[in-house]
T-cell receptor
Framework: DQQVKQNSPSLSVQEGRISILNCDYTNSMFDYFLWYKKYPAEGPTFLIS?????DKNEDGRFTVFLNKSAKHLSLHIVPSQPGDSAVYFC?????????????????FGQGTILTVHP | DGGITQSPKYLFRKEGQNVTLSCEQNLNHDAMYWYRQDPGQGLRLIYYSQIVNDFQKGDIAEGYSVSREKKESFPLTVTSAQKNPTAFYLC???????????FGDGTRLSIL
């Protein structure tokens, strides 16, 4: 049962244009969402996150949008650069309770390969 | 430089053999995690540890074991009971709660 889904395995955009990566989730207990970027043979690198109390978070060229009613989030990269070419994973975690049973555990999507052409 | 070091980068295992993957962090993080990545799939949680001398099973713990005797170290043993061990293994750490997890560069395990 895939609780976090990235339905587009790949995305190709032109340099300077906007890249939009999408992610859907099914678990209504998720309340914190993150995007990671990964190059081949390396570990993922944290990009940006958003709490469920917000609907938008921006950091430079990266903006994450959260639509809780649709259980959907997206990552916008503007403008896209060739160095942005990588695999992008969205991830989600449940509320951390007093017992700590969801202590930062992340559930990842399958990833989307972004290719930015010069 | 603060970070997470995984070793070795490549590891080969013979049938029936246990192997141990190393993960060391100098970020002073309390929480550490082990994930497995298979081709075309996301990362799946094997084990995690919130604090020294404590750890919990993740979603795919069967065939794996861990220890957390020191804050800096969280080694993962892939036992012979793990029937499909070929994968890319990633270790991560975080300050806890909703702090982002920071990842090492992974160990690729293959069966001879």
């Amino acid at each position: 049962d895939q609780q976090v889904k990235q339905n587009s395995p790949s995305l190709s955009v032109q340099e300077g244009r906007i890249s939009i990566l999408n992610c859907d989730y099914t678990n209504s207990m998720f309340d914190y969402f993150l995007w990671y970027k990964k190059y081949p043979a390396e570990g993922p690198t944290f990009l940006i996150s958003i709490s469920s109390i917000k609907d938008k978070n921006e950091d430079g060229r990266f903006t994450v949008f959260l639509n809780k009613s649709a259980k959907h989030l997206s990552l916008h990269i503007v403008p896209s650069q060739p160095g942005d070419s990588a695999v992008y994973f969205c991830a989600a975690s449940e509320e951390v309770d007093a017992g700590g049973t969801s202590y930062g555990k992340l559930t990842f999507g399958q990833g989307t390969i972004l290719t930015v052409h010069p | 430089d603060g970070g997470i070091t995984q070793s070795p980068k490549y590891l080969f295992r013979k049938e029936g053999q246990n192997v141990t993957l190393s993960c060391e962090q100098n970020l002073n993080h309390d929480a550490m995690y082990w994930y497995r990545q298979d081709p075309g799939q996301g990362l799946r949680l094997i084990y995690y540890s919130q604090i020294v001398n404590d750890f919990q099973k993740g979603d795919i713990a069967e065939g794996y074991s861990v220890s957390r005797e020191k804050k800096e170290s969280f080694p993962l043993t892939v036992t012979s009971a793990q029937k499909n061990p070929t994968a890319f293994y990633l270790c991560a750490s975080s300050a806890g709660g909703n702090q982002p997890q920071h990842f090492g560069d992974g160990t690729r395990l293959s069966i001879l």
